[in-house]
């Protein structure tokens, strides 16, 4: 199966950003999604890009986060902007088995990397 890894993460001011990436062990032909949890919440989908590029996102985070892949290096990106407190969470990217669908659902994906923090501070 391939390994997901997810970098990136760490502290930043409320309005600032941050870049996560996630390289893949191998090329997978998938839709590539975000997701994150927040404790004591359920697991949220930010972001997907599908195996020709298009991308969703949520509309909690439209407009201050973008998803793009870079296929030669079988990475995917997180750009987020304008970030705020309520987008503290753990951060997961993962890989399921319907590449041009673009879904925002957990239970859509069949492989998860081991997340990587961001904490807003206000």
């Known amino acids: 199966q391939v390994q997901l890894v997810e970098s990136g993460g760490g502290s930043v001011q409320s309005g600032g950003s941050l870049r996560l990436s996630c390289v893949a062990s191998q090329y997978t032909y998938s839709a590539m999604a975000w997701f994150r949890q927040a404790p004591g919440k359920e697991r949220e989908g930010v972001a997907v890009i599908n195996s020709v590029g298009s991308t969703r996102v949520a509309d909690s985070v439209k407009g201050r986060f973008t998803a793009s892949r870079d296929v030669a290096k079988n990475t995917v990106y997180l750009q987020m902007n304008s970030l705020k407190p309520e987008d503290t969470a753990m951060y997961y990217c993962?890989?399921?088995?319907?590449?041009?669908?673009?879904?925002?659902?957990?239970?859509?994906?069949?492989?998860w990397g081991q997340g990587t923090q961001v904490t807003v501070s206000s």
């Open positions: 993962a890989s399921g088995p319907l590449p041009l669908y673009l879904l925002l659902t957990a239970s859509d994906y069949n492989n």
